[in-house]
């Protein structure tokens, strides 16, 4: 990882503060969103390549960022994964772990993906 990239994934981290989901599906920082906030637009990613409206955007853009930052995280993709791949193991962990819905997604779905892709 490049200094600029761990110096912006530091950024990231300290500007997000703590990281409290939420229930609701509108309104509210994405970083905070709960499982249960974004599991039925994260379905939509996982399904199709149309465009999104803003909560699938949410549900994109974490994902993507995540994604950037694998091995950082302590999961290893394919170079060749895509957001919809991403999605649909999201979607899958989601589904397997109802009882974790209230936490935080983005903890959810880096968990989902160190699942997924352990690093070698």
Sequence with gaps: MTRRA????????????????????????????????????????????????ASEGRCFGIIETLMRFGPALRFCHSDRATVGQGARVVVRYLDQHPEELHLNFKDLAVTAFSEAWPCK
Excluded: H, K, Q, W
Excluded at 30 to 52: H, I, K, P
């Design 6 to 53: 761990t110096l912006g994934l530091i950024t990231t981290c300290i500007l997000a503060g703590p990281a409290f989901a939420e229930e609701g599906v509108g309104g509210g920082n994405a970083l905070m969103a709960s499982g249960n906030a974004l599991l039925a637009s994260c379905r939509t990613v996982a399904t199709t390549d149309n465009a999104y409206n």
